[in-house]
Structure formats: C-alpha cells, structure tokens
C-alpha cells in the first residue's frame, strides 16, 4: 500500500519521539496537538478513530467548545504531510498504513514471531527477533505526546517484559558473561523489578560468583523492606535458597518470551546447568463445540468503563497509573468519624483530596457512608480503627440526617454514589438492629434524592455471604426494609478462601440472587469488596495473582454484577497488590488494564462454562459483540464478535473456528489464527476476535 501522495512509503516511529520518516529524512508533521493525533490513529491503524475519542486524547477532560474544530485542523495540517493516508469516515479518521511501516505493530510482530520461534525449539532465531524488537526503540515511547502519558507507561512495560524474555533465553544458551553487565545496569535503573535481579543472580551464580549473588538478593530484599514494607517474591527466594544450599538453578521451563506455556527453553550442554523436561501435559482436547451458554441475553448488554472499579486504601488523593473506570472510598481515613470528629466540627481535607483527584481523572466516586463518632454514641462498641469510631447508629438519628445533608449538599455532583455503611452483618462495624438500619437507608435516600437526584443509593454492604445463616440475615434485612430505596445491592463477593478461584464467586452470587429474590428485593450487584479475613491472607505469587484479577473482573461479568470494586488500590500487603502507593504497577495492573482495553465498546451476549456448552470442563467463556466503528453505539448486523476464554485450574486445547481471525494474549501478544491449529487456553484469560458477526442462533 502506498501512504503518500508521491507514492512513497511513510515509517511511523512512536517508540520513541512521536514522528514520520519518508526514506529516513523527518517529514514534519507540526506541534504536540498534531503528535498527538497522529499517535492515536497509529496505535489504531487501519480502525476508525471517532473524533471524541482524539479530543480526549489531546484535552483529556478539559477540551474547548472549538475542540472539534481543532481536530479538523491538526488533521488538515497532518495531510499536508501525508497525503491520502488518513481518511475521514462519518464518525471519525482513519490511518492507513502497511502494519510494517509502523515501529509499535513491527515490534509486536516480532514478538509474537519470537514466542512461535521459541515454541518451535529455534532459541537462537527466538532472541535474533527480540533482539530486533528492542532495537527499534530509540528513547521513552510516545516521547513529546505528553497526554498519552498511560500508553507510552504501558508500551515501556512492554518493552521491559520482551527484554526479560530475551535475557532469559540469551542466558539459557549459555550468554551468562555476556549478559552481566547489561543486567547489573538493569538492576540498578529497575531496583523494584525482580525479574532482573533473579536473572542477575542465575547469570553470577552460573559464572561461580556466590557471593556477588547472594549480595544481590540481600540488598533487593532489604529495598524492598524499607521502601514497600515486602518480601521478594517467590522466584527470588528460591533461587536464594539454591544458592545457599550450592545447588544448581535449572533454566525455566515450560514459558515462551511472553510466559505462555509452550516447550520449555533448553541450555545447550555446553551451559553446564541441566535442562528441564517437559511436564507430562495437562490438557484436554475436544472437539469442536455446539454452543449452548449458561445464560444468553438478546439484546446484549453493554459493559460500562465505571464496572472496573478499585477501593482506594490512600489519603493523598493520587489515582492508580493504570487504566480503571470507577473508585470506592473506603479505608482512607474519610469515614464519619474522621469528616465530623466532634458535633460542630467538619474536617472535609482528606476527603477533598480524594474526590477532587477522582474528578480530575474522571473517575466516578463511590463514596462509603458511617460509622460516626464517639459524641454522636458515646456507649457503642468501637469499630477496629485507630480514631474514635463507633460500630453504631448514632443515638440520635438527626445526626445522620445533618451528616448526610451536609456532605451531599458539598459534593452535589461530584459523588456519583453513596454506600450506607460497609459490612453491616458483622459486630465489629454495626451492633444496631435492622429497624433502625432500615430507618437510617430511608433517611440517607430521601435526603440524597432530594439535595442530588442523579446520585446512586447503595444499600449498606453485607458479606461473609458463604454462611446460611449470614444470608438469612439478608433476607430479614430485606424484609425491615434496608434495600427499599436503594439502586443497588452492595455485597461482598469473594471465594470461599481468599487464596480461592475467582469462579466460586458465581456461586456465592447465585446464593445471594435466591435469597434477594425469595423477598422480591432484586436490586443491581454492586460487589464492593471482599471478606474482611483476606486481609490476612498470605501473597499470592505474581502468575497467580495476574490471573486471578483479571479473572475476578470477568467473573464479575458472569456473574452479571454492575460494578466491581477490586479491594484494594494503595495497600501492599494484600494476597493481590494491583499497585502500592508510591510504587509502580504490578504486572496483575497492567493484565486488569489490557482486559478493559478488550473491552471497550463491548456488549457481552453470552456466558458458558465446561459442558453447559460443550466445552472442556475446567473452561470458561464470555461472548461479546463489537460496534462496527468505536464509540459508535449499540451493535447492529455489521457488528464483529469476540470470545473471552480461560481455565480455572489447567490447560485446554480447542480447535480454531473457522471465522476464527486473531487471538490476542494479555501481555499484548497478537498471534494470527491457523486453520485447523488448536486454541492454547491457560488460566490466564485469552480473547479471541472473528473475522466478521457471528450469528445469533448459534447460541440459542
């Protein structure tokens, strides 16, 4: 395809300072608003781009009323440049452009080679691509584009996770002298990236150099002591083990350079260290599949940006760096008790704070209400927090009238939601009755409705849901009237364990649908969190962690919750740390953000799990329906289909459909269908895109 109005091939490098090359001299391409633009229509090359979504792009929330008009300009000026090669649609603009001419889809094209190489056997052809892949950065991602600042933080990890893989396939061949002095720069600019340092100390120990090793590990652990409050990861400690012991570390096996499984990467024999065989395989292969969903719904429903939602557990008012719709306030020092310390007094600081960062970003606020202080119920039990919290309606109730008028009247439009208390079944945060409970959600409704009419009512949450008697509870709760006036139901939806699969949450919100509906109290699910013991959970390692978070999302959608608020945003001790304050994202963060990045604009029709759908018993799968252009409204027949599929324990394999066009992986892996090849299905989630609309009845 040609992409100029000469006839010449344009190259388009993002990875790096945003700009275009025809035959290697800069064509110019104007000032950061035209960087801009151009930079979303390349990442989106060949799709439309609808113009709200590239004023957002370039004002982020603060656009001009002559925003639109300025997008016409920066694309007029663009063409001046580059000719025929962007192209106006109804809805938006388009950039045509050989996928090869782009340096973003070059590197993930050789990326994606490189993991088939690998799964092949051909190591040295393997990292020959990845090798190429990293050269074609030429500074931060983006650079110049400062709007895009999430993508190029996104791409930059990217770039991390190949370079991981290259080192550690580079020292599987046997590279450990060549590759020590690339790896201590590395640890010493990524000191929190443990991935490099367990590569630094397998290349040290290999060369016979312990001690260097071992002082490694020392000084990482004792960073991340003092500076996140953690222990290393499982891998480091391990491998600090086998180095104490005077042991072997064998090469990892059964990875490819994005950790999908695959054939495991072999030393040569001249490496000295042994090579890991092959795991006896797992998997379970089936034949195509008849559909037939666990639920099926017509027309399918949208799912909304605010339905990945995250509790924060900070004060400072700073919002997680990756991609979520949604917050809940919760845990950062903004209960009752802290807003209103005394009858007269207001402290609105902290929760300011929140909320205006919230605003900023354009994140709805779910905002959880109660628990006052020690003056409005001074004989009240004390909740579990360090101020003078009470686990109690106050004792009087025109308290919690002036309590809610005042912070409604604050925040009128600011709040998208107000929780009315959190985890009321349970004594350390609510001994009252259901009467005055029921009393106080109708209070809090009617004053909310009438100060702010397009605010949400979410009842008071309830959890450890898994106990019958708990659930009867909800059910009398329910009777007294607590559910009455509220939009939704807020629960606590969570395994049995915390360290449990995310799936065993459908049955808890199937538990909780019965009970709701034997009192004709169905209302929206708003899962708010989970049981209160997870806090005390051990860490789940890091492949675990990333795939139960992005699976509690999905499970959510399965479930057919409205929201789901991820517990928590800030904390670094929980089982699953999405991102400690002051850190950077965790690779669980990023796998949440790439999953929401599938789903934009997406409508899900249907949900199947194992032999509902003749599909292999430890396999899950959502079906979504896709607008034919973004941001285009509700599906139509020109509409595109995708499948979302995952095991909760295992492997599976499945043959490719014959509509089948890509499958695409969480860390940005984009691997072509072949037909008749079989579909690879982890724990770790996958979607898988078709060429064109599926038909309806095939689910029916």
């Not at 781009?49 to 603060?62: F, H, I, Q, T, Y």
């Not at 690998?118 to 931060?140: E, K, T």
């Not at 941001?631 to 995708?642: K, V």
């Amino acid at each position: 395809m040609l992409h100029h109005a000469g006839g010449v091939r344009m190259d388009y490098r993002l990875l790096g300072p945003v700009e275009v090359c025809d035959q290697g001299t800069a064509v110019p391409i104007g000032g950061p608003r035209q960087r801009t633009v151009l930079a979303v229509l390349a990442l989106n090359l060949d799709r439309v781009v609808p113009v709200r979504a590239l004023v957002d792009a370039v004002w982020d929330g603060s656009a001009p009323v002559t925003a639109h008009g300025q997008i016409l300009t920066a694309v007029s000026a663009l063409r001046r440049s580059l000719g025929a090669a962007i192209e106006t649609r109804s809805t938006g603009y388009l950039l045509h452009a050989d996928p090869d001419d782009v340096d973003v889809h070059s590197f993930e094209r050789l990326a994606a080679e490189a993991c088939e190489l690998n799964a092949a056997g051909h190591l040295d052809a393997c990292v020959a691509r990845l090798r190429a892949a990293l050269a074609l950065w030429r500074g931060p991602a983006l650079g110049g584009v400062r709007r895009l600042a999430a993508e190029a933080t996104r791409l930059e990890e990217r770039r991390l996770l190949v370079l991981e893989r290259c080192l550690e396939a580079e020292l599987a061949m046997g590279r450990h002298a060549d590759r020590v002095g690339e790896l201590l720069a590395l640890t010493d600019s990524h000191p929190f990236r443990e991935r490099f340092r367990a590569l630094l100390m397998r290349a040290l120990h290999h060369l016979g150099r312990q001690a260097e090793a071992l002082d490694c590990y020392r000084s990482g652990r004792r960073l991340l002591v003092e500076e996140l409050g953690i222990e290393p990861g499982p891998e480091l400690q391990r491998l600090h083990k086998t180095i104490l012991a005077g042991g072997h570390d064998p090469v990892p096996g059964a990875t490819d350079v994005f950790g999908q499984p695959s054939t495991p990467i072999r030393p040569t024999t001249a490496v000295g260290v042994p090579g890991s065989a092959a795991p006896p395989s797992t998997e379970r292969v089936v034949q195509q599949h008849v559909p037939g969903p666990t639920w099926y719904q017509d027309p399918p429903r949208p799912v909304r940006r605010v339905f990945f939602g995250v509790t924060l557990n900070s004060t400072s008012g700073r919002m997680p760096d990756f991609r979520v719709g949604a917050v809940r306030l919760w845990d950062c020092s903004c209960r009752w008790s802290n807003i209103q310390p005394h009858r007269e007094v207001f402290d609105w600081q902290t929760l300011d704070r929140l909320v205006t960062g919230a605003r900023d970003v354009d994140l709805p606020v779910l905002y959880t209400m109660g628990l006052p202080a020690g003056w409005a119920c001074p004989d009240a039990k004390r909740a579990p927090y360090l101020e003078d919290c009470r686990a109690a309606a106050p004792d009087d109730l025109t308290d919690w009238d002036a309590y809610v008028h005042t912070t409604v009247t604050r925040y009128r439009g600011r709040i998208e939601a107000y929780e009315l208390w959190d985890y009321v079944n349970s004594p350390m945060w609510y001994t009252g009755d259901a009467d005055t409970l029921a009393e106080m959600v109708r209070r809090a409704a009617r004053i909310i409705k009438d100060v702010d009419p397009a605010a949400l009512v979410v009842s008071p949450s309830f959890g450890d849901l898994w106990d019958p008697a708990v659930r009867e509870q909800l059910r009398l709760y329910a009777e007294a009237g607590v559910l009455e006036l509220c939009d939704a139901v807020a629960v606590k939806l969570h395994p049995r364990e915390p360290s449990g699969p995310p799936e065993e949450m459908i049955e808890l919100s199937t538990l909780i649908d019965r009970t709701l509906h034997s009192v004709g109290a169905q209302r929206l699910l708003w899962a708010t969190g989970p049981s209160h013991n997870m806090v005390h959970a051990p860490r789940l390692d890091q492949a675990t962690a990333e795939a139960y978070a992005v699976r509690q999302f999905l499970v959510g959608i399965f479930a057919r919750c409205e929201r789901m608020y991820f517990y928590n945003w800030g904390n670094r001790t929980l089982p699953i740390v999405l991102q400690a304050e002051g850190g950077p994202p965790t690779q669980a963060a990023w796998s949440v953000d790439r999953v929401q990045h599938w789903l934009a604009d997406a409508y899900v029709r249907s949900a199947s799990h194992g032999s509902d759908d003749n599909l292999p018993p430890n396999v899950w799968q959502l079906r979504f329906v896709f607008p034919s252009s973004p941001g285009g409204g509700p599906p139509d027949r020109s509409s595109s289909e995708a499948v979302i599929r995952w095991t909760d324990t295992g492997t599976a394999s499945m043959p490719a459909e014959p509509d089948t066009d890509r499958i695409e992986h969480l860390n940005g892996t984009v691997e072509p269908a072949v037909p008749g090849s079989n579909v690879h299905v982890t724990e770790l989630p996958i979607i898988i895109r078709y060429h064109q609309r599926r038909l309806p009845s095939s689910d029916s």
